[in-house]
């Protein structure tokens, strides 16, 4: 019983750890972009492209290994079709690259700040020279006296 409660005790202590939160919240976040992205391509990509090849129907582009067979009522059943629709493939390696671009953005930017919030600012000129100290004047005024 002591291993049981040490694991939870463990899993426990895993689970309220502040970066494995900051995961889960990128997973949700990274989910919903996942839509967008998915959405993006199927509802405004595959359209202009199905345009731009003649009015062909993107996801409907495939290669029938066995045809579909019609059911003993004699309506055909699509479900019984075998094929490679690559089309559908195409649309989800196009997905993929939308978000595998998004993401190589996010992280550049992300980069790009963390490198200009550690380099110091370079200044416009030569550093001017530091004021000289209340014993360096009294110095100076003691060897102008003296050389008088």
Do not use: H, Q
């Amino acid at each position: 019983m002591g291993k049981k409660k040490g694991f939870v005790a463990e899993f426990k202590e895993f689970i309220s750890r502040g970066n494995v939160l900051d995961m889960a919240v990128g997973v949700i976040i990274g989910g919903a972009f996942g839509k967008i992205s998915t959405s993006l391509v199927n509802d405004v990509i595959m359209p202009a492209i199905s345009m731009l090849t003649g009015g062909i129907d993107f996801s409907s582009w495939k290669v029938i290994l066995k045809a579909a067979v019609a059911g003993a009522d004699g309506v055909i059943d699509p479900s019984t079709e075998v094929a490679i629709r690559y089309g559908t493939f195409l649309a989800t390696i196009l997905d993929f690259l939308i978000i595998a671009f998004a993401v190589f953005c996010l992280i550049k930017g992300i980069n790009a700040f963390r490198r200009k919030k550690t380099e110091p600012e370079e200044p416009d000129g030569p550093a001017p020279e530091p004021e000289p100290s209340n014993e360096e004047k009294l110095l100076m005024e003691i060897r102008d006296l003296l050389k008088k």
